[in-house]
Every structure is written in structure tokens, then in C-alpha cells.
């Protein structure tokens, strides 16, 4: 189903028709109303909109963690909209990084440990020492070389971000999905991991992010806007903004 | 192939982990288990203790015994005593005299009492005897010798002590030729009976004084009749026949119809050894009974904490599913985490139940026997315990939805 599209970029999601309908009662809620979405390789996208709008709900179905009502939808040239629970499974932990609001790591666990989590659920051929070494190699990707035995509640809210976006690499993933990454976060270390979601896209990785707040969408190369569980526009930016840019600003000049 | 077991080593890894970071509420969930298991030990190593000292007992009461007792025994076979004893001397020379396959005969009366020597006095229980006594038992003499027919006879004022009264009398030897006062009557020492040992629910065999059944029947007890007849068959195939032919000649002598309530009973060895093995059968039942109760109670205790784990950690599931665990894996984790609990429930119920059962041993002085197949019975329970609680939780766990996993608080 993925677009015979000679020469040009490949469709890593394809999504058609999508929709999702809850049932509250009596209640149906359409939170998804036949959504249309094609993200290629190397994109970096920005959902935003209104609360309540379905971008979670979106955001939940691109991540195989939900199943939609009706549609179609195409992951790295596989239908994954009708696949059982445990072929999502084995879809999220080979083919998604995940990045959520509120870290999600687990508690009295070293940031080491953290990120090799997906590796001990995967098909992972390695030793128990490439699977060390890989969640190393993750970590230092994020900046956090020396935080490797740190447990969360050792780390502020900005290191466990990144944590969390070691996590969420350490298995290659096609697709990085973070809903609000920057939610809980001050301004200054929202530009800082936007700007290490900036170097995984540079290096070639496909992310797409939910956001509220337009100037952290404004670090992606395209922001789709979603209201009442349809996509309303979809732009692209043309102006690189350099997140760490924003950092280096002239109020607060921080030395690297 | 290896992969799959790599990654049943990761989750086995994990549901270590959890359990190591939760040390004081693993303990505590563990204690059904712990105690439960303690109950089988202990109850396994007693009930085993006992059937070993009892057949110890049993045996030691020399080969071939049959005991003659006075009373009726009912249809449901228990004894019942009623008043005086209808046994006599001539019942015992008689089935001397008339029954082939009776090997050695003796009168066997008793009576306890305080037995004195110089400043020294020590209370134990004396016993009437014949001078065939020895055979039956199977019990030779350390020094001196029996008495006589004759001293039997005359009634003499002669005595045999046990090892345990003659050291505790005459702690530096010389027993042999003394006289010691049992209820003021002076009785010489004859003999001292070689060391038996082994002593049962903590009363001791060597703690005995043996007399000729006249003069204790005359002089210290005065009864008439004879409490009870120990015989020994001639040879082990001659057991039965020697308790036909001593039933059918008490039945004549006491003038009993055949088919009528005799007024005394027998027991061949074989019999007692039959009925402590049914009792502590019963008793080993009654424990099991227990153990079983307090082993569920455990692993419900254990089922129920690892339904409160699975809701503390709910939130821990959801992100294991975010990326990537699947329903098994989370299965396992929780499973693997329930048996291990349950396994060191195990091991520490087994340190624990050994423990209290040397302990026993020690304070209570119960025999005891801790056998290696109790202890792997009770680690395979442990873990049956586990997989068997841990399933239900586990499976919730597994079941669940890993969108609202994540939101919960
Ligand atoms: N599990 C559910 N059951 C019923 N209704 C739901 C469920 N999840 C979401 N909804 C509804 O679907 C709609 C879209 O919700 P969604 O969480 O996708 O919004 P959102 O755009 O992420 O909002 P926010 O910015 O506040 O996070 C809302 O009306 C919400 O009430
Ligand atoms: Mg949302």
C-alpha cells in the first residue's frame, strides 16, 4: 500500500481514513474523524492543537498502543491497524521510541537500566555486555556520559528527559513519538531537548511530537494542526530555528 | 531457541530486581509462606522422630513379646479396664506348663516409689517379675545376676536396679551387694542391668528396678492378683499360635465360654507396633492438616500482595508494554516474582522450621528426625505455592491496557 514513489522519500507512517470512536455510555466520542497523514523518512513533525482535539489519541494509534475504530495505517511498510496485541507489542519495541510528558521511567532504577529495558524485551542477539554497552552508547548520544548509575530521583527533570529519549533510541527505532516532551519542563530545558531532538533528526531520525506551545513546535520542520479530531493544516516551516541557538541568547549566555 | 531462553533470563532478571528493591515487604510477604513451611519441617521431623522411637521402643521390649493384660476389649477395639485384675500366678505357671508355643513366661507387676540408699533416694518404678524376665526382654545383666527361682519362690527381698537408678544411687559404683529401702523395706542388690538407652517422648528405659513379682506383690503393693503376664513366643512363626493357645487356656481356666467377653486381652508386638504406627499415622495427619491450612493461608497472603503489587506498579506495566514488553513477558515477570517469594519463603521456612525443630529436640527433648525429602517436598510446595497464587495476579497484570496503564496515578 506504501506509495510507489520513485526517487522520492519513503513513507514511514501512511495513514488514511483514520478514525477512532469511543463509547462513553450512551455517548460515542469521535475523537479521531478520518484523519489523513503521511510522514517520510527524516521528517520531524509537530502535532499541535486545542486540548481535547485527538492529537493523544493520534499520537497512541501512530505508537501502537491503541487500534483505531476505522482506516488504515501503514508503519515502515506494514498495515500494523489490525494487528493483535502482542504483534503491537513486538511493533513498538522494534520499530517506535517513545517520550512522554512525565519521563515514564521506572523508579530506583539506574539510567543504565532504563534504557536497556527495551533491549530485554527485544529479539536483542547481544550479550548481556553489548546490551551494556549499546545504553551507554545511547546515553552519551543524549549527553548524559557519567549519569549512567544515577536513578531518576538523582536526576533533574531535563536529565530524565533525555533518559527517557536514550530509551527510546537505544533500539533504532523508525519513528521517535513524544507527546508534550517538554510539558513539565522550563523553558530553557524544553530548548535543550528540542535542540537533542534537532541532532537525532540532523543524524537522519523521523520524530514527530505533540505540542501546545508554538515555539517549541516552531523547532520542527512541519506542524500539522489537529481540531476536532481532523487534521486542519498542515505547513511547513522553511525557516530553521536552532533550538540551542535560543539557549545561547543574549539574557543568559551559558557556557558549553 | 537461544534466544528465547536469553530473554526468559532477562525477565528472570527483572522480576529479581523488583524484588530486591521491595526487601522489607518481600520478607513480610513471604512469612505465609515462611510459616508454613516451618509447620511441615517441624511436623514432619516430629512425626518421623516418634515412628522412629516408638519402632525403637517396640523393638526393645525383646522378640516375639506378647503381653497378657487383664480387661475386655470392645468391638472397637480399645481396652477397658474394669476394677481389679483377674490374672493370677497359676495363670502364668499354667500357660507355662500347657502352651507349646509360649517360649519363656513371667508374672509382671508394678508400683512406683521412692528408693533410698544411705543419704541418696531417687523415685522410680519398681517392677514384679519372674526370673524368665530376662529372656523376654532380651536384656542381660552388667553386673551381679538375676535372682532365683528360689529368691521368687521366698519372696526374697532382692532387687535388680536399671542403669539410670544404680548410677544415680551409687554414683561411685559398689551397687552390687548394697542395700537400698524401698518404702522402708531393705533390699539387696543382686544385679545391675546393662544400659538399653534410647528413651521415648523423653522417659528413660534404664530407670527401673526389678524385683521378684512375690515379695512386690507382699511387700510393697499388696495385691493378690498379678497385673499383667508377659510371655515370648518360641519363635517369631509361633506367635500366633502361643496367643490361640494361651487365649483358649485363660478362657478355660477363667471358665469363658468360646465367643464369650473375656475378662483379659493380649497384644503381640506386632499388634503395638501397629497401633503407634496408626497413631502417629494420625498424628503426622493431623500436622499435614495444618501445614496445608497455613501454607494456603501463604499463598493467599502471597496472591494478595501481588495483586496490590500489580496496582502499585501499574503504571511500571504500562511503560514495560510502551516499549515493548508483551503480555507474556509481563506474565512471567509477576509469575517468576511470586514464585521466588514463595521459594524464599521456603528456604527461610526451612532454616526456620529446622531451627525450632533441634530446638524442640533440645528444650523438650522429643526425638526428632529431619529427613532431606521433607525439605524438598516443602521447597517444591513453596514453588507450586507461588506459580499457583501467583497466576491470577499475574495474569491481571498481563491483561491489562497499556494506554491506561500509563495514565494511571
Ligand atoms: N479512553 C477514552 N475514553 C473515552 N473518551 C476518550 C478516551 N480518551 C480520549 N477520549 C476523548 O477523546 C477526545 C480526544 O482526546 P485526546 O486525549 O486525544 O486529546 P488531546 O488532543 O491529547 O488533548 P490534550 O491536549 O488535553 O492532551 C477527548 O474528547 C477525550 O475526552
Ligand atoms: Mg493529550
Known amino acids: 500500500m506504501a506509495k510507489p514513489n520513485f526517487n522520492g522519500p519513503k513513507a514511514v507512517i501512511e495513514i488514511r481514513d483514520l478514525v477512532k470512536i469511543y ?43 491503541d487500534r483505531p475504530t476505522s482506516g488504515t495505517y501503514v508503519l515502515d511498510a506494514k498495515d500494523v491497524s489490525r494487528m493483535s496485541r502482542d504483534q503491537r507489542a513486538i511493533i513498538r519495541n522494534a520499530k517506535i521510541g517513545f517520550v512522554f510528558q512525565s519521563f515514564n521511567l521506572l523508579a530506583r532504577t539506574s539510567a543504565l537500566e532504563n534504557v536497556e529495558l527495551p533491549l530485554l524485551y527485544a529479539d536483542f542477539d547481544g550479550s548481556t555486555r553489548d546490551r551494556k554497552q549499546a545504553a551507554r552508547d545511547a546515553l552519551h548520544r543524549v549527553g548524559l556520559e557519567g549519569r549512567e548509575a544515577n536513578h531518576p530521583s538523582q536526576l533533574s527533570g531535563g536529565q530524565q528527559q533525555r533518559v527517557a529519549i536514550a530509551r527510546a533510541l537505544v533500539t533504532s527505532p523508525a519513528i521517535v513519538l513524544a507527546d508534550e516532551p517538554t510539558g513539565n519542563l522550563d523553558s530553557r530545558t524544553s530548548l535543550e531537548i528540542m535542540g537533542i531532538f534537532q541532532d537525532l533528526n540532523d543524524s537522519g531520525k523521523t520524530i514527530v511530537l505533540i505540542t501546545h506551545e508554538p515555539d517549541i513546535a516552531r523547532h520542527a520542520k512541519r506542524i500539522v494542526h489537529v481540531r476536532d479530531g481532523k487534521i486542519q493544516q498542515d505547513e511547513r516551516i522553511m525557516q530553521d530555528r536552532i533550538a540551542r541557538k535560543g539557549i545561547e541568547a543574549p539574557i543568559a549566555p551559558v557556557a558549553r | 531457541m537461544r534466544n528465547s531462553i536469553v530473554r526468559l533470563g532477562n525477565i528472570t532478571v527483572v522480576g529479581l530486581k523488583s524484588i530486591a528493591r521491595n526487601k522489607m515487604r518481600s520478607l513480610l510477604t513471604a512469612l505465609g509462606i515462611v510459616i508454613g513451611v516451618a ?17 525403637e521402643m517396640i523393638n526393645s521390649l525383646g522378640s516375639n513379646f506378647i503381653m497378657v493384660m487383664p480387661g475386655t476389649s470392645t468391638q472397637s477395639g480399645a481396652r477397658m479396664f474394669t476394677g481389679n485384675s483377674t490374672l493370677t500366678e497359676e495363670d502364668a505357671e499354667a ?19 521412692q528408693v533410698i540408699a544411705g543419704e541418696l533416694n531417687w523415685s522410680t518404678s519398681i517392677q514384679g517379675v519372674g526370673v524368665e524376665w530376662p529372656n523376654i526382654r532380651s536384656w542381660n545383666i552388667d553386673e551381679g545376676s538375676f535372682f532365683t527361682e528360689g529368691d521368687v519362690r521366698s519372696g526374697a527381698k532382692v532387687a535388680v536396679l536399671g542403669k539410670t537408678v544404680a548410677d544415680n544411687l551409687f554414683p561411685s559404683g559398689g551397687a552390687v551387694g548394697s542395700i537400698v529401702r524401698i518404702k522402708n523395706v531393705p533390699f539387696k542388690v ?13 522417659s528413660d528405659q534404664d530407670d527401673l528396678i526389678i524385683a521378684p513379682y512375690t515379695t512386690v506383690m507382699k511387700r510393697l503393693s499388696g495385691q493378690s492378683k498379678i497385673g499383667m503376664i508377659i510371655v515370648s513366643a518360641a519363635s517369631a512363626e509361633q506367635v500366633q499360635d502361643a496367643m490361640d493357645q494361651m487365649d483358649a487356656l485363660l478362657r478355660q481356666r477363667h471358665r469363658i465360654p468360646p465367643g464369650g467377653d473375656a475378662d483379659f486381652m493380649m497384644r503381640s508386638q506386632e499388634e503395638m507396633a501397629q497401633a503407634n504406627a496408626q497413631q502417629v499415622g494420625l498424628m503426622r495427619n493431623l500436622l499435614l492438616g495444618i501445614a496445608i491450612v497455613s501454607l494456603a493461608v501463604g499463598g493467599i497472603g502471597i496472591m494478595n500482595i501481588m495483586l496490590v503489587s500489580v496496582t502499585e506498579r501499574t503504571r511500571e506495566i504500562g511503560i514495560r508494554m510502551a516499549i515493548g514488553a508483551r503480555g507474556r513477558h509481563v506474565l512471567l515477570q509477576f509469575l517468576f516474582e511470586a514464585v521466588t517469594l514463595s521459594v524464599l519463603g521456603g528456604l527461610l521456612g526451612v532454616l526456620f522450621g529446622v531451627g525450632v525443630a533441634k530446638l524442640i529436640e533440645r528444650v523438650i527433648k522429643w526425638p526428632i528426625v529431619i529427613s532431606p525429602q521433607a525439605i524438598i517436598v516443602a521447597f517444591v510446595v513453596a514453588a507450586t505455592i507461588g506459580i499457583f497464587f501467583g497466576f491470577y495476579p499475574a495474569r491481571k497484570a498481563s491483561k491489562l491496557d497499556p494506554i491506561d496503564a500509563l495514565r494511571y496515578e
Do not use: W
Open chain 2, 39 to 55: 509447620c511441615v519441617i517441624v511436623s514432619v521431623a516430629i512425626g518421623a522422630g516418634v515412628a522412629q522411637s516408638v519402632s
Open chain 1, 23 to 65: 463509547h462513553l455510555g450512551e455517548v460515542d466520542v469521535r475523537a479521531l474523524d478520518g484523519v489523513d497523514l503521511t510522514v517520510n523518512e527524516g521528517e520531524f513533525v509537530a502535532i499541535m492543537g486545542p486540548s481535547g482535539s485527538g492529537k493523544s489519541t493520534l499520537m497512541n494509534i501512530i505508537g501502537c498502543l
Open chain 2, 190 to 202: 543382686v544385679g545391675v542391668l546393662e544400659k538399653k538407652g534410647g528413651s521415648m517422648m523423653g
Open chain 2, 95 to 113: 500357660i507355662k506348663r500347657e502352651a507349646p508355643a509360649v517360649g519363656y513366661v513371667s508374672p509382671n507387676t508394678r508400683t512406683a516409689a
